[in-house]
């Protein structure tokens, strides 16, 4: 077996993102019959051996809370004693995200610890053995299904995907790359955790929106068995390429787009349309685009009247995470979105109280 050392004692990165505690839940689990924990865990993820192991002193109860998306099932799960668990091959993928303590995870001829810092990364049609879930170990457990999966690998590509792909085991989540996952995954949990949001068309579109960005940044940052082919060198430049996402944006600002929806527009593969938007632009596809709402929302807001709402105007324009849109805002354009809708509203005033006046006059001649 391959295996991975690190340094244990750094400071834990993925303290930053402070992982929510609880995700609103289609399942929630907590017991110390470990008989009743096994049957929820495995009719939620997949049938595994699970036994207790070492003293059995158990530290808390165990604990699991889940809830099934359009392509992925996300838990949380804590056994409060040491546990293995062996669930043989999975039939799809999945990833472990520790939120405390580690766990260690073997997947084929690979194994690794997973810690806060280090994710596992598990592929289909291998032998996944957990041979010690430590008692104090959290973890966030993301079952993503194997045609979504593939089917995003397939729009990256530009075409269709005739075999299974074999990731790393280990996901360093201290990388520009697995940090940025990992902020994905934390946005997702947050809008899941929500106490506020209510079942909506909207909050369905961003949550399903989310759920690929999570599965395209997995294939596009994550080593795997295809990345050669993902990082491929691109073709020459194709300005009609980047004219079909252009209309198409035009068309739909306030859709939500991956970087395979995109593609999939452009009739390129992902990775030679973001070096287009690179050579043409200077950024990124998904930089440009925020780039044209944030303009669409300045507009709209300079146009504003007393019945605009900075959210309502957000939304409309695909901002769907309201506190990541002021930021990118502010620092844009200098000024909060607030701060431009009273400005807007401030050089108003006297043109409305001017027609007032006019009015009031008219009404008096009469």
């Not at 879930?133 to 045609?147: E, G, H, L």
């Not at 697995?178 to 506020?196: E, Y």
Request: aromatic share 6%; proline share 6%.
């Amino acid at each position: 077996m391959t295996g991975t050392a690190r340094n244990r004692g750094a400071e834990d990165p993925s303290a930053q993102f402070a992982l929510s505690p609880r995700i609103n839940s289609t399942l929630r689990c907590v017991t110390e019959d470990i008989d009743e924990f096994r049957q929820n865990l495995n009719s939620v993820f997949y049938p595994a051996e699970v036994n207790l192991v070492g003293d059995r002193v158990r530290t808390a109860p165990a604990e699991l809370s889940a809830v099934r998306l359009n392509h992925l099932t996300i838990g949380r799960a804590r056994f409060g004693n040491e546990a293995r668990v062996d669930p043989g091959d999975l039939g799809t993928y999945h990833v472990n995200v520790p939120v405390t303590g580690e766990v260690v995870s073997w997947c084929g001829d690979q194994q690794t610890i997973a810690t806060p810092r280090h994710a596992a990364v598990f592929t289909p049609n291998q032998h996944t053995i957990l041979p010690l879930w430590q008692a104090d170990a959290t973890q966030i457990c993301i079952k993503i299904d194997r045609a979504g999966l593939e089917g995003e690998l397939a729009h990256i590509l530009g075409r269709p995907i005739d075999r299974h792909i074999r990731f790393d085991l280990d996901m360093d989540l201290t990388s520009p790359a697995g940090a940025r996952w990992l902020s994905t995954l934390k946005i997702l949990l947050d809008t899941l955790d929500d106490p506020t949001n209510t079942p909506h068309p909207g909050l369905m579109s961003q949550i399903e929106y989310l759920e690929r960005a999570l599965i395209s940044g997995l294939l596009v940052q994550q080593p795997h068995s295809m990345t050669s082919q993902v990082y491929a060198p691109t073709e020459a430049s194709n300005p009609r390429a980047i004219q079909k996402v252009l209309d198409h944006i035009e068309s739909f600002p306030g859709s939500q787009y991956t970087i395979g929806d995109l593609a999939v527009i452009a009739g390129v593969g992902a990775r030679q349309l973001q070096n287009l938007f690179q050579e043409q632009f200077g950024m990124s596809p998904t930089t440009y685009i925020r780039q044209i709402r944030l303009e669409g929302v300045q507009r709209e807001l300079q146009q504003g009247d007393d019945t605009t709402k900075v959210g309502d105007v957000a939304f409309s324009w695909g901002f769907n995470h309201l506190g990541r849109f002021a930021q990118h805002y502010e620092r844009k354009f200098g000024e909060t979105p607030s701060q431009t809708l009273r400005t807007a509203l401030a050089s108003s005033s006297p043109t409305r109280n001017a027609n007032a006046t006019v009015i009031s006059s008219m009404r008096s001649i009469r």
